[in-house]
Nanobody
């Protein structure tokens, strides 16, 4: 059983940056690909970014390309999401998730989820 805890969310102005962290415990972190999803009020949870178990490959939704960067440190059992040039439409609860499957874009592929961290971007 893998436990995931996100941190780093908060209130930021448009154009600013935030770095989200997700700390894993209870399993072998390097066995899992990791993903970030987000859910805005009244909307479905959507894929943001994913990274393979060894960090050699990354995948992004169109909204995250260029502005966001996913990375991981297997020695620290942590995955990160660096978010730059934030926009008000990035406001959402951000979740990290772990999977041993390969369909990284689909939330049903993920077995373990964190509780989420709120990101609010003001205009």
């Amino acid at each position: 059983q893998v436990q995931l805890v996100e941190s780093g969310g908060g209130l930021e102005q448009a154009g600013g940056s935030l770095r989200l962290s997700c700390a894993a415990s209870g399993g072998t972190f390097s066995n899992y690909a990791m993903g970030w999803f987000r859910q805005a009020p009244g909307k479905e949870r959507e894929f943001v970014a994913a990274i393979t178990w060894d960090g050699t490959s990354t995948y992004y939704a169109d909204v995250a390309k260029v502005r966001f960067t996913i990375s991981r440190d297997n020695a620290k059992n942590t995955v990160y999401l660096q978010m730059n040039s934030l926009k008000p439409e990035d406001t959402a609860v951000y979740y990290c998730a772990a999977t041993r499957r390969y369909a990284y874009y689909y939330r049903n592929s993920y077995d373990y989820w964190g509780q989420g961290t709120q990101v609010t971007v003001s205009s």
